[in-house]
């Protein structure tokens, strides 16, 4: 009977032990994977997501410029109207994206730059040029609605094409959210720009 119980008490001990091992593994695994995953979510943008952040602010930046002579500038009410939602909806945009870009350990576009006016922004799809620029600021009245209008149409094309762009190749789930966000929001506001100059 002693034999048999120091027996049994070995194959006991083999068995706890085999136990906290077991366990230990298991718990060692999940650790790894939780360690793993980490920076996997910290990595989830790639380069588009960058090149999407860094053109987009400069982008929204010039639209707001835009937007901003209205009040003082535009005759209808339908066009400050327009102008006050495009920089409601496009400042915080620009913030946020800011901060994906810190986060990434990437530049921001410097803030304060006249982008109309910077010529590595002008090839931009939907961008102003300088003169373009320089002739909104002077309009006034019903000439300012129609060049108002006619360059936001096409500014706006532009960041939707970016943002089409940004959602076929981009990684990052915020930043192709965005993309969704621009591609509805601008795309309704064409329309309505259209409508305006009385186009189809």
């Known amino acids: 009977m002693t034999t048999s119980h120091a027996i049994r008490r070995a194959a006991l001990g083999v068995a706890t032990v085999s136990a906290v091992v077991l ?4 718990g060692g695994e999940q650790q790894h994977t939780g360690a793993h995953g980490a920076p996997a979510a910290a990595d989830a943008h790639n380069a588009q997501d960058v090149t999407f952040a860094q053109g987009m602010i400069p982008h929204h930046q010039q639209a707001l410029e835009m ?12 066009v400050k109207a327009l102008a006050a939602r495009i920089e409601k909806a496009q400042d915080p945009e620009i913030r946020t994206m800011t901060g994906w870009l810190k986060s990434w350990g990437e530049e921001p576009p410097m803030e304060g730059m006249d982008h109309s006016r910077h010529g590595g922004m002008a090839g931009m799809s939907g961008m102003m040029s300088a003169d373009d620029m320089t ?10 609605d129609q060049r108002f209008l006619t360059l936001m149409v096409a500014h706006h094309q532009g960041a939707v094409e ?3 762009t940004e959602k076929a190749k981009g990684r990052d789930g915020r930043a ?25």
Do not use: N
């Open 23 to 26: 366990l230990a593994a298991c």
């Open 67 to 78: 937007a901003r002579l209205a009040p003082g500038h535009a005759a209808s009410a339908e």
């Open 135 to 144: 002739a909104l600021e002077k309009s006034t009245g019903a000439d300012f």
């Open 162 to 164: 970016m943002a089409k």
């Open 176 to 200: 192709t959210t965005m993309a969704d966000d621009v591609i509805a929001a601008q795309s309704a506001e064409i329309k309505q720009m259209k409508g305006l100059l009385g186009q189809k």
